[in-house]
C-alpha cells in the first residue's frame, strides 16, 4: 500500500520569505506525485505535477516541486511568498499501473505573514 | 463550462436523517470520487466510480451509499445520519484516456459542509 506524509502540518513565514512544504511518500511500485492546493472555502486545484521526464517541475503562482526519487521525497518550494499564497496544501500520490485513485497526505496550512 | 458541480452547499442534519448529496460534472470523465474532509486528516476517500453503473469502496466507505446512474452523477448517500459525518464532502472526477500525454488530474468541486446534530 502506498502512503503520503506531509511532515509539517503548519508553516508560518512572512512575507516575500522562501518557503518549502515537505512531502515524503512510500509506496513499493512507481508513482506520480501531485500537489494541490485550497484556498479557504474552496475545492482543490493542482499546482503541479511529476508524470515523467525532469525531476524539477514548475507549476501555477512561481511554485516548484523536486522528485528525489532516492529519498522518496517531492517537496514544495516556492522563493518569494506572498499574502495570497496562505492556503492549505496537499501532496498526492497515483500509482502509475491500474487505475487506483490518489492517495493524499494530511496536507500543511501555510500561513504568510505580512 | 461548469465543471464540477455540488449540491447543496451546506446541509444541517438531525441524527438518523437521511440525504443525498449531489455531484455533476460536465467534462465526460469516466472516474468520479467522494471524498470528506476533516481538520488534521486531509481528505479520505469514501467511495469512487470507474464508470456508469459501477463503484468501488474508498478508505472510509461505512454509513456511506453511492450511485453512478449516470456518467455525469455521482452521488453520495447517508441512510442514517451520525454526528461522525459532520464534515466537508469533496467531490471530484478525473479522465482515464486524456488526450495527448496523460495527466491522471483529479478536478474538484466545491465542496458541501454537512452538519449532524
Known amino acids: 500500500a502506498q502512503s503520503v506524509t506531509q511532515l509539517d502540518s503548519q508553516v508560518p513565514v512572512f512575507e516575500e520569505a522562501p518557503v518549502e512544504l515537505r512531502c515524503n511518500y512510500s509506496?513499493?511500485?512507481?508513482?506520480?506525485l501531485f500537489w494541490y492546493v485550497q484556498y479557504p472555502n474552496q475545492g482543490l486545484q493542482l499546482l503541479l505535477k511529476y508524470l515523467s521526464g525532469s525531476t524539477l517541475v514548475k507549476g501555477i503562482n512561481g511554485f516548484e516541486a523536486e522528485f528525489n526519487k532516492s529519498q522518496t521525497s517531492f517537496h514544495l518550494r516556492k522563493p518569494s511568498v506572498h499574502i495570497s499564497d496562505t492556503a492549505e496544501y496537499f501532496c498526492?500520490?497515483?500509482?502509475?499501473?491500474?487505475?487506483?485513485?490518489?492517495?493524499f497526505g494530511k496536507g500543511t496550512r501555510l500561513s504568510v505573514i505580512a | 463550462n461548469a465543471g464540477v458541480t455540488q449540491t447543496p452547499k451546506f446541509r444541517v442534519l438531525k441524527t438518523g436523517q437521511s440525504m443525498t448529496l449531489l455531484c455533476a460534472q460536465d467534462m465526460n470523465h469516466e472516474y468520479m470520487y467522494w471524498y470528506r474532509q476533516d481538520p488534521g486528516m486531509g481528505l479520505r476517500l469514501i467511495h469512487y466510480?470507474?464508470?456508469?453503473?459501477?463503484?468501488a469502496k474508498g478508505e472510509v466507505p461505512d454509513g456511506y451509499n453511492v450511485s453512478r446512474l449516470k456518467k455525469q452523477n455521482f452521488l453520495l448517500g447517508l441512510e442514517s445520519a451520525a454526528p461522525s459525518q459532520t464534515s466537508v464532502y469533496f467531490c471530484?472526477?478525473?479522465?482515464?484516456?486524456?488526450?495527448?500525454?496523460?495527466?491522471?488530474?483529479?478536478?474538484f468541486g466545491p465542496g458541501t459542509r454537512l452538519t449532524v446534530t
Open positions: 509506496s513499493s511500485v512507481s508513482v506520480y
Open positions: 471530484a472526477s478525473s479522465s482515464t484516456f486524456p488526450r495527448g500525454a496523460p495527466s491522471y488530474e483529479q478536478y
Open positions: 466510480s470507474v464508470g456508469e453503473g459501477t463503484t
Open positions: 498526492a500520490a497515483k500509482r502509475q499501473s491500474g487505475n487506483t485513485p490518489l492517495v
